[in-house]
C-alpha cells in the first residue's frame, strides 16, 4: 500500500469518526437518549477502524512524510475535526450525567418526603397514618432504571 493510500485511509477512518460523534451530539442536544443508545455501536466500531489507521501511520513513520503534501493537510484537517466535535461530545456528555444526576436525586427526593410512617401510633398514641415521616437521614431504598 502506497504512503498516499495509507494516509487516506486515516483521513476516512478519522472523518467517519468525527460524523458518528457529531451525530451523537446532535442527539444529545436533543435529549434522544434512545439515538444515543443507538450511535453506541457505531461509534465503537468507527473508533476501533480509526484506532487501525492511525497505528498503520505510526509502525511506519515513513509512510506519512513519503506522502503528497495535500493527503497530510487533509490528515490534520480531519485531525482538528475530530478534536472539535470530541471536545463538543466531552461537555454534552457531562451536562447529560449532570442532568440524569439530578433527576435521581429530584425523584428520590420526591418520593421520600412521600413516605408514610409504617408505624400505627405516634409516640404521643395518636394515629400515625398518613403522616409523612420525619427521617430524613433513613436510607431511601430506591433503584432507576432506563424508563426513567
Known amino acids: 500500500m502506497t504512503p498516499n493510500e495509507m494516509t487516506r485511509r486515516a483521513v476516512d477512518a478519522t472523518l467517519s469518526l468525527a460524523d458518528v460523534i457529531d451525530e451523537e451530539n446532535k442527539a444529545l442536544a436533543q435529549a434522544r437518549v434512545e439515538r444515543v443508545s443507538a450511535l453506541q455501536d457505531a ?3 468507527a473508533s476501533d477502524i480509526f484506532e487501525a489507521r492511525i497505528r ?3 509502525d511506519n513513520p515513513d509512510h506519512l512524510t513519503q506522502a503528497a503534501p495535500s493527503m497530510r493537510l487533509q490528515l490534520e484537517a480531519a485531525k482538528q475535526r475530530l478534536d ?3 471536545t ?3 461537555n ?3 451536562s447529560a450525567i449532570e442532568l440524569n444526576k439530578r433527576l435521581a436525586q429530584r425523584i ?3 418520593v421520600d418526603c412521600q413516605r408514610v410512617s409504617a408505624s400505627g401510633y405516634t409516640k404521643t398514641g395518636a394515629s400515625a ?3 409523612p415521616i420525619n ?5 431511601m431504598p430506591i433503584s432507576l432504571n432506563e424508563t426513567l
Open 56 to 58: 498503520e501511520l505510526t
Open 84 to 86: 472539535e466535535v470530541a
Open 135 to 139: 427521617h430524613l437521614n433513613d436510607p
Open 92 to 94: 454534552a456528555l457531562r
Open 129 to 131: 397514618a398518613g403522616q
Open 108 to 110: 428520590a427526593h420526591s
Open 88 to 90: 463538543v461530545n466531552i
Open 43 to 45: 461509534k465503537q466500531t
